[in-house]
């Protein structure tokens, strides 16, 4: 003879599944506000704006990590550092400060931009960080609107 649920008994099941799909809810928003928050970032600053027709700044690649595991990788360069720390340092600070995520240096170099003749060149190395995956700097920046129609390279060459 099947056993006969109380109400009580009812009213806890449906409580811990509706318990469970909030939790599940409320993870998928969280996961959504972190995207949400990643795309805020730029993934690309080469320095543009600083006034120079042409210019050589030193550059860093930098994975972000949020709280919840999604990553991003990102390309920061300035002309005026004088170690690739200098860039670094500032860049990671701000984004663990302002969004508690974590950043992870991938290594550095350096971009020379020629704007008059609509080119840019990545290549070198940071003595403090290595090598950055130079062709990975190039596919982002060409992913940039501004840049999409420029010629850009790398080279393992040169310091």
Not at 21 to 46: S, Y
Request: proline share 2%; aromatic share 10%.
């Amino acid at each position: 003879m099947p056993q006969k649920v109380s109400q009580t008994e009812t009213n806890i099941v449906t409580f811990q599944e509706g318990y469970s799909k909030l939790k599940l809810f409320l993870h998928l928003k969280k996961q959504e506000k972190n995207i949400i928050i990643m795309d805020e970032i730029q993934d690309v600053d080469i320095d543009f704006e600083n006034g120079s027709e042409e210019y050589k700044a030193k550059y860093v690649l930098i994975k972000i990590t949020s709280q919840n595991g999604d990553c991003k990788t990102i390309v920061r360069a300035n002309k005026m550092a004088g170690y690739h720390k200098d860039i670094y340092n500032p860049v990671s600070q701000q984004i663990s400060n302002k969004y508690n995520f974590k950043c992870e240096v991938c290594g550095g170099g350096r971009v020379m931009v020629m704007k008059p003749a609509n080119k840019i060149k990545v290549y070198g190395y940071s003595v403090d960080f290595g090598k950055a995956d130079h062709e990975k700097t190039v596919n982002m920046i060409k992913e940039v609107e501004t840049f999409s129609s420029w010629d850009i390279s790398f080279s393992d060459d040169g310091y």
